[in-house]
């Protein structure tokens, strides 16, 4: 069983960066490939980011793509997304995920994921 928890989140100005960390226990997560996504009031959770188990691939939502960059560091079993250049429209609960992939792949739907955090708040004022 793996647990993940957020954090990092919080109130920034529009143009203004934040880094999120997704913790991960009750396992290495060494053999996990991780995501990210955001659901903000009254609509879907969406895909933000998804990265391999190894870090050697990831993929990104058109609407974040150049602004947001994932990555992870296997020795802390933590995982982050750098969100940069933020907009108002990038308010959401973030939420990482986590599932076991020994492949290089990444996974970019809601329901690949076997383990997520609680989510952590993102708020961008204009």
């Known amino acids: 069983q793996v647990q993940l928890v957020e954090s990092g989140g919080g109130l920034v100005q529009a143009g203004g960066s934040l880094t999120l960390a997704c913790a991960a226990s009750?396992?290495?997560?060494?053999?996990?490939?991780m995501g990210w996504f955001r659901q903000a009031p009254g609509k879907e959770r969406e895909f933000v980011a998804a990265i391999s188990w190894s870090g050697g691939s990831d993929n990104y939502a058109d609407s974040v793509k150049g602004r947001f960059t994932i990555s992870r560091d296997v020795a802390k079993n933590t995982g982050y997304l750098h969100l940069n250049s933020l907009k108002p429209e990038d308010t959401a609960v973030y939420y990482c995920?986590?599932?076991?992939?020994?492949?290089?792949?990444?996974?970019?739907?809601?329901?690949?994921?076997?383990?997520w955090g609680q989510g952590t708040q993102v708020t961008v004022s204009s």
């Open positions: 009750g396992r290495t997560v060494s053999n996990y490939a």
């Open positions: 995920a986590a599932r076991f992939s020994i492949s290089s792949y990444y996974y970019t739907n809601n329901n690949d994921y076997n383990y």
